[in-house]
């Protein structure tokens, strides 16, 4: 948002920017959507509100947090299409090469600033962990280039692998009387 000169001028609204669908990038419009979301269900006198979301394609994890100026943590729901706008935002930022991001988390301070971080390389932390077979099923879905699987999701793939192989020869040896 524009604000005045040192003149305390005013830009002419022929002079502002006429954003639309087309110039705003869709994943800031899903994430400040998230964010409008998020205060709109927190108490007043809200000090810090924190999203943090996990997820992949079969797995999500979230923790909504709401910081109220007195430090206390007031039970308050997700609001309704959150989840969505999430998984939403997963699809959108996903780049051909790179995948898309395991977590992110958004932190809102008053009046309204937001910042948000998304991880595309680390491991998620989520309770209980994710089972390496949804990571793997979400790599199909949002595929990476070798050199953007980091090390850490590539031993969980050779893992689940070297798992699959052992139980058909354990399989095959039971058939066949071995």
């Not at 948002?1 to 001028?9: A, I, L, N």
Request: proline share 9%.
């Amino acid at each position: 948002m524009s604000s005045p000169d040192q003149r305390g001028d005013r830009p002419h609204s022929d002079e502002l920017p006429n954003p639309t669908i087309e110039t705003v990038a869709r994943d800031d419009l899903i994430t400040e959507w998230i964010g409008w979301s998020l205060i709109q269900s927190a108490p007043a006198d809200w000090q810090r509100i924190d999203l943090m979301a996990t997820m992949t394609v079969e797995v999500v994890d979230i923790k909504f947090t709401v910081i109220m100026e007195d430090g206390s943590k007031p039970d308050v729901e997700l609001p309704e299409g959150v989840h969505q706008a999430l998984a939403d935002l997963r699809q959108e930022m996903y780049q051909k090469d790179r995948g898309t991001w395991f977590s992110a988390r958004i932190t809102i301070d008053p009046p309204g600033e937001y910042k948000a971080d998304f991880n595309f390389d680390l491991e998620p932390v989520c309770t209980p962990p994710i089972p390496d077979k949804a990571l793997i099923r979400d790599l199909d879905t949002f595929p990476r280039d070798r050199e953007f699987i980091p090390p850490w999701l590539q031993a969980k793939i050779d893992d689940y692998h070297k798992s699959l192989y052992e139980q058909y020869t354990k399989t095959a040896r039971e058939k066949h009387g071995h």
